[in-house]
């Protein structure tokens, strides 16, 4: 009888021990796991485009592209299957075409340090601007009030501007002038795509909140495609495996159990990748393609945002 009950006992124990270790693996599909957020704000930045002479390395030609105060919505969803786990997905776009500015410099002469040809053109449009980013944070130290982790994930941001009339100093000065008002004389558009790695920190006291992220990837592809509208010609550039690095700050307070109002801080920078360019005669048809280091591609962009989080 006694060898009854105490096997009985031993099943018992071991039963609830397999269930509380097989529970522990079940994903959470409650609705307080999830939780999704929706803000408002704004996108400054600047991205660059070179090119390069192939046999020396000297900078032939450098544009520079700004964004200013271009009005976005970001949108953000995450889950927590596991309390040591947290899934998300994130993105902003622009909500219309915004502010831009471009100049376009050239050094044509080898023995000359500084530019012989520049173009400025304030009225430039920024088309479009968007980014989508798909990441899993692993926490690895928690504590009541905090959580810090690694994270891992995959982000694609585009950007896309046409610059209208404007001036002109060629050859040193020798001529200057403008384009006709409210002509496309360049469009520019750049994507970048990249895996990254990163750590996350989360810290609540009370009912206020604050987290912090940092990205780093070693493995950048850029691709930007420029269309010389007045002189017909198109280039299109590709780079592989330069480096980028972001972060990004959030601090909000819970105006209910489930509601959080938060303002937010990101910083981006895709370091200057460099590859081959392909130029097109739109006129013939004819294309040419330069290998090497022909072209350089870079950005570095920051957004501001405020909005309203909810979980479930």
């Not at 070179?50 to 046999?55: G, M």
């Not at 403008?178 to 750049?190: A, L, W």
């Amino acid at each position: 009888m006694k060898k009854h009950i105490i096997a009985v006992m031993i099943i018992t124990v071991f039963s609830e021990s397999v269930y509380a270790e097989s529970t522990l693996f079940i994903p959470d599909f409650s609705p307080d796991s999830v939780t999704t957020s929706l803000s408002a704000g704004v996108l400054n930045g600047k991205s660059r485009e070179l090119v390069y002479d192939t046999d020396t390395g000297r900078k032939l030609s450098q544009l520079d592209w700004k964004i200013k105060n271009v009005a976005i919505l970001q949108g953000d969803l995450s889950w927590d299957p596991y309390s040591f786990v947290t899934l998300n997905a994130r993105g902003w776009t622009s909500l219309a075409s915004g502010s831009g500015h471009l100049v376009d410099r050239d050094w044509m002469n080898s023995e000359q340090s500084g530019w012989t040809d520049r173009s400025i053109h304030p009225d430039t449009s920024v088309n479009h601007a968007n980014e989508y980013d798909l990441n899993v944070k692993g926490w690895l130290l928690q504590g009541d009030n905090f959580k810090a982790g690694v994270t891992a994930g995959y982000q694609e941001t585009r950007f896309s501007w046409t610059a209208r009339g404007g001036s002109y100093s060629y050859d040193n000065g020798q001529y200057i002038g403008n384009f006709p008002p409210g002509k496309r004389v360049i469009g520019y558009s750049q994507r970048f795509e990249m895996p990254y790695i990163g750590l996350a920190g989360h810290y609540r006291i009370n009912d206020f909140e604050g987290n912090v992220m940092f990205k780093y990837s070693d493995w950048v592809h850029a691709h930007d495609n420029d269309e010389h509208y007045m002189r017909k010609l198109t280039f299109r550039e590709k780079t592989g495996n330069s480096r980028y690095y972001g972060a990004s700050v959030n601090a909000g307070y819970y105006i209910t159990k489930n509601a959080k109002i938060f303002a937010e801080f990101a910083y981006s920078k895709y370091e200057e990748g460099k590859g081959g360019t392909q130029i097109i005669d739109k006129t013939s048809g004819d294309s040419e393609y330069f290998g090497g280091d022909a072209a350089g591609i870079a950005n570095n962009n920051y957004t501001v945002t405020a909005g309203l989080q909810y979980r479930f």
